[in-house]
């Protein structure tokens, strides 16, 4: 038996620069990007996509358009987490599919369900949609912090970078997609000042309401 989560959380921080000399193994990559992909979404519609960037090239790109933050050029992998610009009734449809593929169901069965999404959708305007999707993507950022952790491999959260400059050197504008959320992962150094200091948290008593 491993350690507990709890343990895991402890020890997690968001390093502000890593170990160059380390790279995370294909194996823990592809584990800890399938434990994301199996996060929770409301209606499951999973509005997310994992842009995984190993490309010295591409992470300098990246570093520009993200205040320099060594994270970025340091980390052996730069996860950028992104969602669709619109959830419509195409998107809507393809889970649908899934479903049928995934549960062994008749479309028809699902007409009720894909309806009652479709109208949920229908009545938030686009930018509404954006934020609630972005509210599931960072559901996916919990979960890859968390595999990252339980492996030991740190993940560096990042929301400080150009989400534009982001979406035209990656590409996702075309793809229909915008950056969200960036995840530097690699090993800590003990170069990282960072490290030194210890975790701020509120305490249980003042986050936990009992009632
Ligand atoms: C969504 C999100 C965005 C963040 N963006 C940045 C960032 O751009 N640069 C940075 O140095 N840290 C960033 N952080 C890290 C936080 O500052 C860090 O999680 C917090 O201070 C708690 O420290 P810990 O993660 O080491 O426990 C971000 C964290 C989250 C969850």
């Known amino acids: 038996m491993g350690q507990s989560l709890t343990q895991d959380m402890l020890w997690r921080k968001s390093v502000k620069m890593f170990d160059q000399s380390k790279s995370i193994s294909d194996v823990d990559m592809r584990d800890i990007l399938e434990a ?25 790109k990246l570093a520009d358009a993200g205040y320099r ?6 980390a052996s992998y730069v996860v950028v987490l992104a969602t669709y ?10 889970f649908m599919q899934q479903i049928v593929k995934d549960r062994g169901v ?13 109208t949920v959708l229908k009545q938030k305007s686009e930018r509404e949609v954006v934020d609630w999707s972005s509210r599931q993507v960072y559901i996916a950022l919990g979960t890859l912090l968390a595999a990252a952790a339980q ?14 400059a982001f979406d035209e050197i990656l590409k996702l504008k075309s793809a229909g997609l915008c950056s969200i959320v960036a995840v530097g992962l690699g090993y800590r150094t ?22």
Do not use: C, H
Request: aromatic content about 10%; charged content about 35%.
């Open 36 to 60: 994301t992909r199996l996060s929770a979404s409301s209606f499951g519609l999973q509005p997310w996509k994992m842009v995984v960037v190993s490309s010295e090239d591409l992470k300098a």
């Open 69 to 74: 933050q060594k994270q970025f050029t340091t």
């Open 85 to 94: 610009a619109q959830i419509d009734e195409v998107y809507v449809e393809r």
């Open 106 to 118: 008749k479309r028809s069965e699902l007409d009720d369900y894909a309806q009652a999404i479709n």
């Open 151 to 164: 492996k030991k491999i740190d993940a560096s959260p990042m929301e400080g970078f150009d989400a534009d």
């Open 190 to 211: 003990k170069d990282d000042e960072y490290l030194a200091m210890d975790k701020v948290r509120f305490s249980y008593d003042d986050i936990v309401e009992a009632l």
